[in-house]
């Protein structure tokens, strides 16, 4: 996904990029709030948006920014074009192999 801010309308309602970035990220990948232990294993706790408000790619640019300048809130589709974009992934490693990572979430009521 590429985000294009207008930087003109951005900088007019104090909104930074920095602010859209921190935002996506905390709205749809979560942003930890808390470690709650598990005995000797820390689980973050992260705050994200509810899964019906992050379904769909319109809820990307439904998302509402705040301005810390000026208390403005505002949709995202306001300030910045959003664009589906292919991008090259870098590859992480872990103790020098490479590694992919896989998350999933089970459906309620489904059985293994």
């Known amino acids: 996904m590429d985000v ?4 003109e309308l951005a900088n007019r ?3 930074t ?3 859209v970035s921190q935002t996506l990220a905390g709205a749809f990948d979560g942003a930890a709030v808390s ?3 598990e005995g000797d294993r820390a689980v973050s706790i992260k705050l ?4 019906a408000s992050r379904s769909s790619f319109g809820d990307i640019s439904n998302t509402y920014v705040n301005s810390e300048l000026t208390r403005a809130r505002v949709p995202l589709r306001a300030v910045a074009n959003l664009v ?3 991008q090259t992934s870098r590859i992480v490693r872990r103790n020098g192999v490479p590694t992919l990572t896989i998350q999933a979430f089970r459906s309620r009521g489904l059985c293994l």
């Open 84 to 86: 589906p974009e292919w």
């Open 35 to 37: 470690t709650f232990w």
């Open 13 to 15: 309602l104090g909104i």
């Open 48 to 51: 994200r948006l509810d899964p």
């Open 17 to 19: 990029d920095a602010s």
């Open 4 to 7: 294009n801010v207008n930087d």
